[in-house]
């Protein structure tokens, strides 16, 4: 299987607080994506980092990219309420496809 | 912002019955679509991928005599869920690229409950 893992699979955090989510995959990749899922619903795109990359920025996210222990992670910085959904990061190879991580719960307490 | 419309969003139907999904990306042309199914708490998993004017490519373990998917526009891929049995209750998303876009757009998802 392609499927990534991410730990931990639930995070309970106070509002201010930063999250950290990480995610290890097994094959090779272009880029890695990040996602967040609010409950029941789609998928929202957050973040693209490429293969020869290893840090990216965008707003509060921040994300790092390991390729030789094949993994990467994700900060929330000053959390907020509105921040609580799940996160799945998802690994794009050569094949044009998304292969998705097992996913992180996040709950920021107001 | 690129969107990517997917209905029903949700659907009860009963054992034995056929429910059809639609995809649509509403302002861009999508050549490729990905069909995905997602069990309550756990990750989607990539069912099959949608081509225009050409058969679909599944995922091992898909069968594709139960999961049909029909791609026959730029902007419309439709997966349809045969002879539903309860086991097919699930979380059905689809996605699509933009052109001018790294990240994938997603549909809000269809809920089947197969009865």
């Known amino acids: 299987s392609q499927q990534g893992e991410e730990d931990p699979q639930a995070l309970s955090i106070q509002e201010g607080e930063n999250a950290t989510m990480n995610c290890s995959y097994k094959?090779?990749?272009?880029?890695l994506q990040w996602y967040r899922q609010n409950s029941g619903r789609g998928l929202v795109h957050l973040i693209l980092?490429?293969?020869?990359?290893r840090e990216k920025h965008s707003g509060r996210l921040r994300v790092t990219l390991d390729t030789s222990k094949k993994s990467s992670s994700l900060l929330i910085t000053a959390s907020r309420a509105a921040d609580t959904a799940s996160y799945f990061c998802?690994?794009?190879?050569?094949?044009?496809?998304?292969?998705f991580g097992t996913g992180t719960r996040l709950t920021v307490i107001p | 912002g690129a969107v990517v419309s997917q209905h029903p969003s949700w659907v009860i139907c009963k054992s034995g019955t056929s429910v059809k999904i639609e995809c649509r990306s509403l302002?861009?042309?999508?050549?490729?679509m990905f069909w995905y199914r997602q069990f309550p708490k756990q990750s989607l998993m990539l069912m099959a991928t949608?081509?225009?004017?050409?058969?679909?490519?599944?995922e091992q373990g898909v069968e594709k005599d139960k999961f049909l998917i029909n791609h026959a526009s730029l902007t419309l891929s439709t997966l349809t869920v045969t002879s539903a049995h309860p086991e097919d209750s699930s979380f059905y998303i689809c996605?699509?690229?933009?052109?001018?876009?790294?990240?994938?757009?997603f549909g809000s998802g269809t809920r089947l409950t197969v009865v």
């Open positions: 998802a690994t794009e190879t050569g094949a044009n496809n998304l292969f």
């Open positions: 949608s081509n225009e004017g050409s058969k679909a490519t599944y």
């Open positions: 302002d861009f042309q999508a050549t490729t």
């Open positions: 094959t090779s990749i272009n880029n």
């Open positions: 980092i490429r293969s020869n990359e």
């Open positions: 996605s699509a690229r933009p052109m001018d876009s790294y990240g994938y757009t």
